[in-house]
């Protein structure tokens, strides 16, 4: 559309498309269209967004709609809480593949910056450029102590981000849709065949949470710690959907990161 845009009754350069305002609404917004003049209301119930989020996302959609040629963003989710932060950023790698923006994001967490980041910049004491790489490079190679010190001990495992889980075994598993007593492991699932939960042999009657979900396609990174958060120890594997495709265990999760090390070092 054109027209004279506002976001609140605030003028916009130009109308944003309805799915970059479902972002910044998520979920609840208006738009009203008299006479090629669109006003977009943002509003603050519903979705359980907290005010800070809702401010961020039209702070994004003001300026996606100035169309600068590089955006500057400086630690725009460092106020949210996990959740709201993980869609935040999944949005903007949406938006930044759609519209083809070049974007500078400030942040001091390191998952944040390998998550979005295509290049890595790690900055010393002074302002002193440490260390520019792709995020696999960063993580696997750190190029001084500094480096390897600010992503910290567990690299390793934020490193199997980037290795694919396409090699990790699907097995069956014991599915059942009523909370009934059970000789072994066996997963609680909806009618849509969604998992809810564990039985546990030990622990009749009781409804034991499940772990993290895997989703084929996914990295080493989520399937491994699908295996380990699982109570069965048995990381349950969905389809896009949502339902159970079966379960992957943590010794052949370990099997395959073996084999991605070997063919990536030789």
């Not at 519903?46 to 300026?63: D, F, K, P, T, W």
């Not at 990790?168 to 609680?188: D, G, I, R």
């Amino acid at each position: 559309g054109k027209g004279n845009v506002t976001v609140n009754g605030k003028p916009l350069r130009e109308y944003l498309q309805r799915d970059v305002l479902v972002m910044v609404a998520n979920q609840p917004f208006a738009v009203t269209d008299t006479k090629g003049k669109f006003d977009v209301r943002v509003r603050a119930q519903g979705g359980g967004l907290s005010g800070q989020a809702g401010a961020i996302r039209l702070g994004v959609a003001r300026a996606l709609a100035a169309d600068p040629p590089v955006l500057l963003m400086d630690e725009p989710f460092s106020a949210v809480d996990p959740v709201v932060r993980a869609e935040l950023q999944e949005e903007l790698l949406r938006l930044q593949r759609e519209l083809a923006k070049t974007i500078v994001f400030v942040t001091h967490d390191i998952d944040e910056a390998t998550i979005l980041g295509d290049k890595v910049a790690v900055f010393a004491v002074g302002g002193h450029l440490a260390q520019y790489a792709t995020p696999e490079e960063i993580l696997r190679a750190p190029v001084d102590d500094f480096v390897a010190g600010f992503v910290g001990r567990d690299r390793g495992f934020r490193h199997l981000s980037f290795s694919d889980g396409e090699s990790v075994p699907v097995h069956q598993v014991t599915m059942s849709q009523e909370p009934t007593a059970v000789s072994e492991w066996t997963l609680l699932v909806s009618a849509e065949q969604h998992p809810l939960g564990w039985l546990s042999p030990g622990r009749p009657g009781e409804l034991v949470p499940g772990g993290s979900l895997f989703q084929a396609g996914e990295t080493l990174r989520r399937a491994l710690d699908a295996a380990l958060s699982s109570p069965a120890g048995l990381g349950v594997a969905v389809d896009g959907s949502g339902a159970v495709t079966g379960v992957v265990k943590a010794v052949e999760v370990l099997e395959a990161i073996e084999r991605a090390r070997v063919a990536r070092e030789g």
